[in-house]
């Protein structure tokens, strides 16, 4: 069982950057494949980015790519997710989750952070 417990939200222009991290406890973090998923106000959850075990591959939502950069530290059980040029769009409540194979389907995941607000005033 992995615990995530996101951190690095908070409130930025538009046009500024955030760093958000999702630190995950035990010792089975490299078996996971890790995803970032946002909730806005009013709207469905969506994907936003998954990375495989090894970090070799990434996947973006179309929303994000090109902005957004996850990455992650198997030797310090944490994911990132680098957020450039953000949009008032952006704004939501942003979860990590682990899975068995990255997706960019919620259902796939196992586990779950507490969730991170991040607000882009324009």
């Known amino acids: 069982q992995a615990q995530l417990v996101e951190s690095g939200g908070g409130l930025v222009q538009a046009g500024g950057s955030l760093r958000l991290s999702c630190a995950a406890s035990?010792?089975?973090?490299?078996?996971?494949?890790m995803g970032w998923f946002r909730r806005a106000p009013g709207k469905e959850r969506e994907f936003v980015a998954a990375?495989?075990?090894?970090?070799?591959?990434?996947y973006y939502a179309d929303s994000v790519k090109g902005r957004f950069t996850i990455s992650r530290d198997n030797a310090k059980n944490t994911v990132y997710l680098q957020m450039n040029s953000l949009k008032p769009e952006d704004t939501a409540v942003y979860y990590c989750?682990?899975?068995?194979?990255?997706?960019?389907?919620?259902?796939?995941?196992?586990?779950w952070g507490q969730g991170t607000q991040v607000t882009v005033s324009s």
């Open positions: 035990g010792r089975t973090f490299r078996v996971y494949a």
């Open positions: 989750a682990a899975a068995l194979t990255a997706s960019t389907v919620a259902g796939a995941y196992l586990y």
């Open positions: 990375i495989t075990r090894s970090g070799n591959t990434t």
